[in-house]
């Protein structure tokens, strides 16, 4: 186990991409749980999905704030990719520990429009590398995604296998985001750890991921279409599990060392969060079925079957991901443990609330 050398309590944690699903419920857990804290939440409140769950999640934060002692909460709607304004909220805020949450997501959507993933992933995790090197930081924590292994053939997949072949531009961006941060280690020796997410889900989640876009449809009547004729295998990630492993890496920040050269030996360091426990998507299909039954979102005698249709694997997607997360488990004793079967259930149930009991 590592023994945590950074404290959050008292300090200033930057969190970008604060209204998007991780960040707002990251934001949420470190009001919860620490205090005093100073959080500062960035966020371009892109229209990519539905904004209005973006601002519900920001009034979720706003509310929290309000009812809970000893915390601090500043929002900035803006870019991170707009170099000035990130020195700014630097200089300004003097962030102790930087979550680097912010970034256009989805394979599918870097396809058609690629243009928004240079700007965002790239020049604006440049950005945020540039404002650490010139404003120390304790840590730099920083989404990577499980996207970066490609079609790798072995599975579980570990940070140690090679993933020089990403099969979208999404992917590569996040590949790029690990590389540039071992250069920013190396070269001004910023202590930094990327995380490899894998298919994270739950309430008020992403409305363009596989389980939200499927309950939209299947309301409306519409037919859900399942890739690669079923034969996919995700692993799906409650966000709990994921904020609890963020929460947790960004209390450790990979000690600064020389090497025998004189030179920083880099601070750095990338782990996956995942499940661990590959679901088929047909059984997947099934489960969130039966959730949405439950919760009354669907009604008992929905034909589901007259609802789904099986088509052919899509550019840029892969078989199968499965998490191997044995050092954070050896590194942090934690596992993500959160069953397929609550998290659809707590998702259901959130759905029906947010949209059909209004
Ligand atoms: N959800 C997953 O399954 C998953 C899996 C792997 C990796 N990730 C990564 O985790 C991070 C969070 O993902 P999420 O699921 O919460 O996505 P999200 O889209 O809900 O959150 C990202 C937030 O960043 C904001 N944003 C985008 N570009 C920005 C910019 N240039 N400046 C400021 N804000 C910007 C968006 O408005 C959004 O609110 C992302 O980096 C994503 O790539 C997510």
């Given at each position: 186990?590592?023994?945590?050398?950074?404290?959050?309590?008292?300090?200033?944690?930057?969190?970008?991409?604060?209204?998007?699903?991780?960040?707002?419920?990251?934001?949420?857990?470190?009001?919860?749980?620490?205090?005093?804290?100073?959080?500062?939440?960035?966020?371009?409140?892109n229209?990519?999905?539905?904004?209005?769950?973006?601002?519900?999640?920001?009034?979720?934060?706003?509310?929290l704030?309000?009812?809970?002692?000893?915390?601090?909460?500043?929002?900035?709607?803006?870019?991170?990719?707009?170099?000035?304004?990130?020195?700014?909220?630097?200089?300004?805020?003097?962030?102790?520990?930087?979550?680097?949450?912010?970034?256009?997501?989805?394979?599918?959507?870097?396809?058609?429009?690629?243009?928004?993933?240079?700007?965002?992933?790239?020049?604006?995790?440049?950005?945020?590398?540039?404002?650490?090197?010139?404003?120390e930081?304790?840590?730099?924590?920083?989404?990577?995604?499980?996207?970066?292994?490609?079609?790798?053939?072995?599975?579980?997949?570990?940070?140690?296998?090679?993933?020089?072949?990403?099969?979208?531009?999404?992917?590569?961006?996040?590949?790029?985001?690990?590389?540039?941060?071992?250069?920013?280690?190396?070269?001004?020796?910023?202590?930094?750890?990327?995380?490899?997410?894998?298919?994270?889900?739950?309430?008020?989640?992403?409305?363009?991921?596989?389980?939200?876009?499927?309950?939209?449809?299947?309301?409306?009547?519409e037919?859900?279409?399942?890739?690669?004729?079923?034969?996919?295998?995700?692993?799906?990630?409650?966000?709990?599990?994921?904020?609890?492993?963020?929460?947790?890496?960004?209390?450790?920040?990979?000690?600064?060392?020389?090497?025998?050269?004189?030179?920083?030996?880099?601070?750095?360091?990338?782990?996956?969060?995942?499940?661990?426990?590959?679901?088929?998507?047909?059984?997947?299909?099934?489960?969130?079925?039966?959730?949405?039954?439950?919760?009354?979102?669907?009604?008992s005698?929905?034909?589901?079957?007259?609802?789904?249709?099986?088509?052919?694997?899509?550019a840029?997607?892969?078989?199968?991901?499965?998490?191997?997360?044995?050092?954070?488990?050896?590194?942090?004793?934690?596992?993500?443990?959160?069953?397929?079967?609550?998290?659809?259930?707590?998702f259901?149930?959130w759905?029906?609330e947010?949209?059909l009991?209004?």
């Open positions: 186990m590592i023994t945590p050398n950074v404290t959050l309590k008292n300090k200033t944690v930057l969190v970008t991409g604060a209204a998007g699903f991780i960040g707002a419920n990251l934001v949420k857990e470190l009001i919860k749980t620490v205090s005093p804290i100073h959080i500062v939440g960035i966020d371009n409140m229209d990519y999905y539905d904004v209005s769950i973006k601002e519900y999640r920001l009034e979720e934060i706003e509310n704030v309000a009812k809970t002692q000893g915390v601090k909460w500043d929002f900035v709607k803006g870019s991170i990719a707009d170099k000035p304004l990130i020195d700014e909220v630097f200089e300004k805020f003097c962030p102790a520990v930087v979550v680097n949450l912010a970034a256009q997501a989805g394979v599918r959507y870097s396809i058609t429009n690629p243009d928004v993933y240079i700007e965002s992933n790239l020049i604006g995790f440049y950005n945020i590398l540039e404002a650490c090197r010139h404003n930081v304790e840590h730099l924590v920083y989404a990577s995604s499980s996207s970066v292994y490609g079609t790798n053939k072995k599975i579980p997949y570990s940070t140690d296998d090679k993933v020089d072949n990403p099969v979208s531009l999404y992917a590569a961006t996040k590949k790029s985001n690990e590389l540039m941060a071992h250069a920013y280690s190396k070269l001004y020796n910023i202590p930094s750890t990327g995380l490899r997410f894998f298919t994270v889900y739950g309430p008020a989640g992403r409305p363009d991921m596989a389980y939200f876009g499927f309950t939209n449809k299947l309301i409306k009547g037919t859900i279409e399942i890739f690669n004729y079923g034969n996919c295998k995700r692993d799906f990630t409650y966000v709990d599990d994921i904020v609890e492993g963020v929460k947790r890496v960004m209390c450790a920040a990979p000690e600064k060392k020389m090497g025998e050269d004189g030179l920083p030996i880099p601070p750095y360091k990338v782990y996956n969060i995942g499940n661990s426990n590959p679901e088929n998507l047909l059984d997947f299909v099934n489960i969130l079925s039966e959730e949405l039954v439950s919760a009354g979102v669907l009604p005698d929905f034909d589901f079957d007259a609802h789904k249709k099986l088509v052919p694997m899509q840029g997607d892969v078989p199968v991901t499965f998490a191997d997360t044995s050092a954070l488990e050896e590194d942090f004793g934690f596992k993500p443990n959160t069953s397929l079967r609550q998290g659809l259930r707590n259901a149930r759905y029906k947010f949209y009991s209004k």
